[in-house]
Structure formats: structure tokens, C-alpha cells
């Protein structure tokens, strides 16, 4: 099987873990903070407040907007579920609007008809690895006090007019299993705002500035100096994942240009891509229907996989929650009916990548 994912640690990894058990400092130590640096550093942001993990940092970047009930964040419904419990969990009412075709992500045009006199901010989702049109995103927010919240979970370092995601606003990222960069479990808020930085830290530990001093009241988000050891090394070595990400992207779309029952992804001009994940879409009058290709991939041990099936305005949990207003997602529903994800992850050798192109051109009915 060619796994739709694959996590494999180095060397650094082993011997940075074996660092924290030796020291004892497994938490608030020293690691989470040098996770941090590094993560400034090397995505070009002022902030990072490590945190247990990618929901806990998208419910904690909207606890410091303090949202009050009635108050509307508007995000895409073709996201990953975390993203409108965390609007949920902050007490605030979830508005779903469209999303347009060319990058999956929310469209700024739908999200500026879903503003009403309580939007208080806007959260596009950078799905697959590339992010959403902020230019248009940011002077929306900006023509109506909102705060923009980017859900960054799948796309660690992409750009938008070089500026690396959660460089808006309040950027969220996850480090799970599946994610560009692991740790397990684990998350990170990013900001180029002191104060938000400075609240979200006490936040995460419990409300409290100094020993015993309570400030706000908290929770406990933090992340353990092991985790963090493990998420580090992979900073270091990022550029290369990426890289090895977009090659595996490109060797795809060569091997799959032409075919007419496919349409590969596209790297927009402006953005650079880190390739989470690699959707194509298979349009309706292709030759064979997507859920019927997915099973045929498994089948010929491809681990083909669809993010995500349905949308989340499709299921009663929100369609029925009166904190959460659907707009038109027309858009949204038929691209859900029509995507794909094929491997892409760093660990794929070129005879991998043959297979999944000859598996794919056999069943779509290439050469
Ligand atoms: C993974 C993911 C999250 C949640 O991250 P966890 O670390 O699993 O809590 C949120 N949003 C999106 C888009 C994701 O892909």
C-alpha cells in the first residue's frame, strides 16, 4: 500500500527527545520556547505561542477576539471539522460561505455578502497546502473592523505575496500526526501583535501571569518539551520536506496533463504552494465517478483519500445548530462531490509515483 501519509523521524529527533528524558525538563523547559524561535524565524512572523494542538489553537486565538454570543465569524464549510467547533466552542455563531474553484478556499466575494452588523471576524481555511485570496480577505476585514483568523493547520510556510500564513492576523496551526510538520499532537498560534501573543500565553497556562497571579481565567494548552523536541528538527529540515513535496506535486501533473477525466492542482500565480495534500478534481462527465476511482485505487493499493466528502453544513450536528447560518455553498457542494487527494508526502520513491500515474491513467482512461 502507498499510504496517503507517512511520519518518519531522524536522527535530531531521537537524539533532541533523548536531550528533554535526560534533563528531566519534560515540561515548561526550555524546548517549547526554542520551537518557537524557530517557527518565528523561519516563517517571517513576531509570535508563536506553542499549544497542545491545532483545535486548541484556533479556539484560543478566538477566545482573545472575546467574542460574545451573537457575534459571527465567517469560515468556508469545506474544511476540516475542527474549524467550526472552535467558532462553536468560542460561543459565537459559525456563517459558512462559498468557496471558489481555482483554490478551494474561501471566496472573499461570498464572505463579503455574509457580513452583517455582527461579523465580528473572518477565518479562511488554507486548504491542501495553499492559501486563500488574502488580499481581498484583508481589506474586507479591514472595511468593517474585522479580525482575520487563519486556519493554517495544513499549510505551514505557504505564501501569499511572500508573506508566510498566519502573517494576517492570527494564524492557527496543528503539528498532528497527518500535518507538514508533527509533533504528534500539538499546535501554535502565530501573530504579529505583542499584546495578543501576550494574552494567548497566559491563556494557555491557566490564566496566570506570575505564580499564582490569575489574570484571566484559563486552561491548560500547553505543549510538553518532548513534543516539541520531536516538532524542532523538522523546522531545521523544513525547505527540504516542502521541496521534495512539490517535486512529488510536479512528477504528478506531468504524468497526469492531458488526461481529459482529471484536472490537476494549480499553484496560483502569487502563492506558493507546500503541498499537503494533492487534489485533483474528477469532473462529471469524466469516465468514471470519484468515489467509484478512490475505491479503485485502493483496490491497486494506492492510498487514495477524499478531504472531505461532505460539507460540514451537511450534517445536522451544524445544519440544525442555531449558531451556525449556511449561506449559498453551491460551489462548495459540487467541488465535494468531485475531489481527490492522490499521495504526495516526502517518502514516496519514483517507482511510488509511477504506479499512482499508471494506476490513475488506466482507470481514467489515458494511455
Ligand atoms: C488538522 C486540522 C485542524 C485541527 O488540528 P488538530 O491538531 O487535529 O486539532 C484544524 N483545521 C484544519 C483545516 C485541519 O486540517
Same mark, same amino acid.
Given at each position: 500500500?502507498?499510504?496517503?501519509?507517512?511520519?518518519?523521524?531522524?536522527? @535530531?529527533? @531521537?537524539?533532541?527527545?533523548?536531550?528533554?528524558?535526560?534533563?528531566?525538563?519534560?515540561?515548561?523547559?526550555?524546548?517549547?520556547?526554542?520551537? @518557537?524561535?524557530?517557527?518565528?524565524? $523561519?516563517?517571517?512572523? =513576531?509570535?508563536?505561542?506553542?499549544?497542545?494542538?491545532?483545535?486548541?489553537?484556533?479556539?484560543?486565538?478566538?477566545?482573545?477576539?472575546?467574542?460574545?454570543?451573537? =457575534?459571527?465569524?465567517?469560515?468556508?464549510?469545506?474544511?476540516?471539522?475542527?474549524?467550526?467547533?472552535?467558532?462553536?466552542?468560542?460561543?459565537?455563531?459559525?456563517? $459558512?460561505?462559498?468557496?471558489?474553484?481555482?483554490? /478551494?478556499?474561501?471566496?472573499?466575494? %461570498?464572505? *463579503?455578502?455574509?457580513?452583517?452588523?455582527?461579523?465580528?471576524?473572518?477565518?479562511?481555511?488554507?486548504?491542501?497546502?495553499?492559501?486563500?485570496?488574502?488580499?481581498?480577505?484583508?481589506?474586507? %476585514?479591514?472595511?468593517?473592523?474585522?479580525?482575520?483568523?487563519?486556519?493554517?493547520?495544513?499549510?505551514?510556510?505557504?505564501?501569499?505575496?511572500?508573506?508566510?500564513?498566519?502573517? /494576517?492576523?492570527?494564524?492557527?496551526?496543528? /503539528?498532528?500526526?497527518?500535518?507538514?510538520?508533527?509533533?504528534?499532537?500539538?499546535?501554535?498560534?502565530?501573530?504579529?501583535?505583542?499584546?495578543?501573543?501576550?494574552?494567548?500565553?497566559?491563556?494557555?497556562?491557566?490564566?496566570?501571569?506570575?505564580?499564582?497571579?490569575?489574570?484571566?481565567?484559563?486552561?491548560?494548552?500547553?505543549?510538553?518539551?518532548?513534543?516539541?523536541?520531536?516538532?524542532?528538527?523538522?523546522?531545521?529540515?523544513?525547505?527540504?520536506?516542502?521541496?521534495?513535496?512539490?517535486?512529488? %506535486?510536479?512528477?504528478?501533473?506531468?504524468?497526469?496533463?492531458?488526461?481529459?477525466? &482529471?484536472?490537476?492542482?494549480?499553484?496560483?500565480?502569487?502563492?506558493?504552494?507546500?503541498?499537503?495534500?494533492?487534489?485533483?478534481?474528477?469532473?462529471?462527465?469524466?469516465?468514471?465517478?470519484?468515489?467509484?476511482?478512490?475505491?479503485?485505487?485502493?483496490?491497486?493499493?494506492?492510498?487514495?483519500?477524499?478531504?472531505?466528502? *461532505?460539507?460540514?453544513?451537511?450534517?445536522?450536528?451544524?445544519? =440544525?445548530?442555531?449558531?451556525? *447560518?449556511?449561506?449559498?455553498?453551491?460551489?462548495?457542494?459540487?467541488?465535494?462531490?468531485?475531489?481527490?487527494?492522490?499521495?504526495?508526502?516526502?517518502?514516496?520513491?519514483?517507482?511510488?509515483?509511477?504506479? &499512482?500515474? =499508471?494506476?490513475?491513467?488506466?482507470?481514467?482512461?489515458?494511455?
Amino acid at each position: 500500500m502507498i499510504p496517503i501519509s507517512s511520519v518518519r523521524f531522524g536522527r @535530531e529527533e @531521537e537524539d533532541l527527545v533523548l536531550e528533554v528524558l535526560r534533563s528531566g525538563s519534560v515540561a515548561q523547559g526550555p524546548m517549547v520556547q526554542r520551537l @518557537e524561535q524557530r517557527f518565528c524565524e $523561519l516563517f517571517g512572523v =513576531d509570535h508563536a505561542v506553542a499549544v497542545n494542538n491545532g483545535t486548541t489553537a484556533l479556539i484560543a486565538a478566538l477566545q482573545v477576539l472575546d467574542l460574545e454570543p451573537g =457575534d459571527e465569524v465567517i469560515t468556508t464549510p469545506f474544511t476540516f471539522v475542527a474549524t467550526v467547533n472552535a467558532i462553536l466552542a468560542s460561543g459565537a455563531t459559525a456563517v $459558512l460561505s462559498d468557496i471558489r474553484e481555482e483554490d /478551494f478556499n474561501l471566496d472573499p466575494d %461570498a464572505a *463579503r455578502a455574509a457580513v452583517t452588523p455582527s461579523t465580528r471576524a473572518i477565518m479562511p481555511v488554507h486548504l491542501y497546502g495553499q492559501m486563500a485570496d488574502m488580499d481581498p480577505i484583508v481589506e474586507l %476585514a479591514s472595511a468593517h473592523g474585522l479580525r482575520v483568523v487563519e486556519d493554517s493547520a495544513q499549510s505551514h510556510g505557504a505564501t501569499y505575496r511572500g508573506v508566510a500564513a498566519g502573517g /494576517f492576523g492570527l494564524g492557527t496551526f496543528s /503539528f498532528y500526526a497527518t500535518k507538514n510538520i508533527t509533533t504528534g499532537e500539538g499546535g501554535l498560534i502565530s501573530t504579529n501583535d505583542a499584546a495578543l501573543a501576550d494574552r494567548l500565553r497566559v491563556l494557555r497556562n491557566q490564566g496566570m501571569r506570575e505564580k499564582y497571579v490569575y489574570e484571566v481565567a484559563g486552561n491548560n494548552y500547553r505543549l510538553t518539551d518532548l513534543q516539541a523536541a520531536i516538532g524542532l528538527p523538522q523546522l531545521d529540515r523544513y525547505d527540504d520536506l516542502v521541496n521534495t513535496r512539490r517535486r512529488n %506535486a510536479s512528477t504528478l501533473s506531468d504524468g497526469l496533463a492531458g488526461l481529459a477525466g &482529471i484536472e490537476v492542482p494549480r499553484e496560483l500565480p502569487g502563492r506558493t504552494h507546500v503541498w499537503h495534500q494533492y487534489t485533483v478534481r474528477v469532473p462529471e462527465h469524466s469516465v468514471i465517478n470519484r468515489d467509484e476511482l478512490v475505491a479503485r485505487l485502493v483496490e491497486k493499493g494506492i492510498g487514495a483519500a477524499v478531504y472531505y466528502p *461532505r460539507l460540514l453544513s451537511d450534517y445536522g450536528a451544524y445544519s =440544525d445548530n442555531p449558531r451556525v *447560518r449556511v449561506e449559498d455553498v453551491s460551489v462548495a457542494r459540487r467541488v465535494a462531490g468531485e475531489v481527490l487527494s492522490l499521495p504526495v508526502h516526502p517518502h514516496l520513491s519514483d517507482e511510488d509515483l509511477s504506479q &499512482i500515474i =499508471d494506476s490513475v491513467c488506466g482507470l481514467v482512461g489515458g494511455s
